[in-house]
Structure formats: C-alpha cells, structure tokens
C-alpha cells in the first residue's frame, strides 16, 4: 500500500510539470526571430513609403515645371493679333514704320532713369528679334553673359544664380482688353502726350504684377510702362506715352452698340508684357530666403538647409523662388536658318549641342523656332535604402552610371555635370525633358 501511495504521488508531480529550460530557450529563440523579422517588415514598409512620397513629390515639381516652361516657351515672343518677326526691326533701334516702339524703360539695356528715355534711338530695347533668348552656363564671367537683358551683367540675376543655364521668355500675356478712351496732355515740345487710358473692362492681370504693357490695333504697336492700374483706369508712366499720341484715338460713337461693332482689328488692345528670366538659384529652406551668388558654398548639394531652386525673375520686379529641389536646367535650341520652313538645326542634337553659347555665336538669334528645356529634380530629402544610411541605388543616384565605370570625358553642356562630384549622395534625382515651339515663329503665324 504504501508503496503505491508513493508511486501514485510520483506519478502526479509527472503530469504537473511545465516546460523544461531547454523548451523555454528554444521557444524564446523562436519567439525572437519571428519579432525580428515582424520588424524588419514594418522598418521596409516605412522606407518604402518614404522613397514613394518621396518619389511623388518629384513629380509633382516636375509636373509643374514642365507645365510652367510649355505654357512660357510657347507664348514667347508674341505680340498680341501680331509677332515678333513682323513688328521689331533687327537692330532694336528703328522706331519708324510699322515697326513696334519701345518706350518702356524696364525693358532697355539701360533701366537708369538718367539714360533711359532720353535717347530712345542710343539706348536699345531688349525686345528684338536678334536679342539672346537664353544664356549658356559656360558664358558665365564672359562678355556675352546676360549681355542682352536688361541693364547686362548687372542684372539681378547674376547676383542669384547658381548653376545650369538661363532661359528667357517675353511677350504679351492674356486676350487683352479693349481701350474706350485716351486722357492726353500737351508736353514743353507742343506735342500730345497720353497720360492714362480708361479699359474697356477691368484686366486684372495688368495689375497683378505687369508691371509694362503693350497697345495695338494690329498695324502698329507700341511698349510702356504702367505707373498704376485700378479698375479700369491705366495710368501711362511719365515719359512712355509721348509717342502714343492720336495713334489709337477711337471715333465716337453714338452707342455702345455702335462701338461693338467694329471690326476687332480696328480696336486698340492693351495687353499685360512680360519679361522673364528662368535659372537656377540658391534658397535658404529655412528662413525663405534668397542666398547670393558669392559665396554660395553651402548650395553644394550636400546640405540639407540650403537647397538648389528654380527662381523667376520680371523686369519691374524681384527675384522670386518658384519651386525648390530643382538641381539643374539645360537649355537647347531649334531654328531655321533659311526661312525655308525647314529645321535647320535641333534641339536635341547630339553631335553639336545648340545651346545658347553656340547660338549666339553663330548670330542665329532671329532664326531660333523653338527649344528644348532639360530639368534635374531633386528630392527634398535624404533617402535611406537600409537599415543605414547608405547611397542611393545606382539608378536613382546622379548622374545615373555606375561609379566603377565612370564616361572616360564626360562633358560639361551635360545636365547635372555639375553634381558629377558628390561622393555621398542619398537625394532622388529624376530628369524631365520639356520640347515646345515659338507659336509666334510658326509658319502659319509669321505670313501676314
């Protein structure tokens, strides 16, 4: 009995035992991997969606831009119901004929007040057919650098800019919106001068940052500058309307109705003028600000406060920065040199780059057709592909080579050759090709 008493004790202690120390480690092992692995998942699931926001904020820039600089480039040199090939002489001097008549003083070589209108023939406008309509990085420090924009290399933007190529892009803006009456005065010569008009209706983009115009009834034309715009009511700059006089007088009429039914190509017009230039630049993301040109060291590319931005700058008014994570711009250009409706030189040529240097050069201004225009956008953030901060995978890095295998020359015109030297570079990198035509330079466009 008492032997069985004790085997049946025994016996008991066996059923209630738990997990040996062996089973306890085995499982604890276990346990430890699958957590590891659970957040292995969740650590890619998150770098995974920062590369992908990171992804879709580049291409909300690049839509933009492209957008930007296809809405801009097309719309160049247009002057309204005419172009730029009928109306400017080649010089930019003449101001007889039918040829249009500069008389803004923000868009001279020489926006000084004390050499602006004093000699409209000695000064000459940057609104003409043989005026550059971009500069090359490469002429940066020479004599051709910004030489046919307002006030040259004292324009603002040789202060702003950074890297890459500039772009520039000027006309008229908008439908335009019809004149219903002149307010002229009799200057020290005897001559009538129009100090202000009264618009037909309200055009608010003369007033939103226009800070020149155009009038023209479609046989002659003419540039000056807005002192004010309310409503209605444009009031000329002194000085700019001095030529104006009588040459776009509209008869009186009875009735509005009357005054309606014109012929549109007898009317005079008013229509917001843009002067644009577009480069490269350097923004502090912090404060907002604009970093000037000396130094701009910290714009490197490696620093995550100061950042590569495309920046717009408009006679008349300041430098702004439009969008930021832009690394580079790449201007090229098409053009025909014997009007024979045929492209003699493109923009995507590869053997000779038409960039703006070469243009110039080659005093193909007035020949130039339409452009191609080569963004690099960056990401606003460094990326991380790992548990560490490593670089970039190969094909998203810039430029996209391998670096065991570098081009033997790589050359300079290339987008981003500039970036070519960054040996730690987590940043995204996408390129963006824009191609459009100078409406105002179509065949259909230029035969009156």
Known sequence: MPTCGINGRRAGVQRLRGFSMVELMIALVVGLFLLGGIIQLLISSRLSYQVGEQVSRIQENGRYVVNLFAERARRSLSLGCRNAMMEIPLDGVSV????????????????????CLDSLIDNKSVVRTDAALGYDASEQGTATWLKDMPDGSGNPVAARWLRGDVLVVWGTEGAGTGVSAFTAVTNDEGESEITSMTLAEENKELGAGA???MITNCE????FDIESSTGAALTV????GETLSGNYDIPSYDSVVALESMNPLNKAHVYPFIYEAYFVCCTDTESGSLVSSEPQSSCDGTSDRYRPSLCKWRSGSDTQTLVNEISDLRVTYSGDTDDDGVVDFRASDRDTAHTAAWVTEQGHWSKVIGTQIELLVTSDSPARFGDTEEEAPIDLRWPPNDPDSPPESPDEDTLGYALRTLTTNRRLFERYVISAAFR???PWFIEP
Not at 97 to 114: H, K, M, P, Y
């Open 96 to 115: 007889s004929g039918d040829a249009l008549i500069v008389n803004s003083c923000l868009l001279r070589e020489d926006t000084s007040d004390s050499a």
């Open 440 to 442: 105002a330079r179509a």
């Open 220 to 223: 002659q034309s003419h540039l």
């Open 211 to 213: 800070e020149a115009a």
């Open 237 to 240: 700059d002194a000085g700019s």
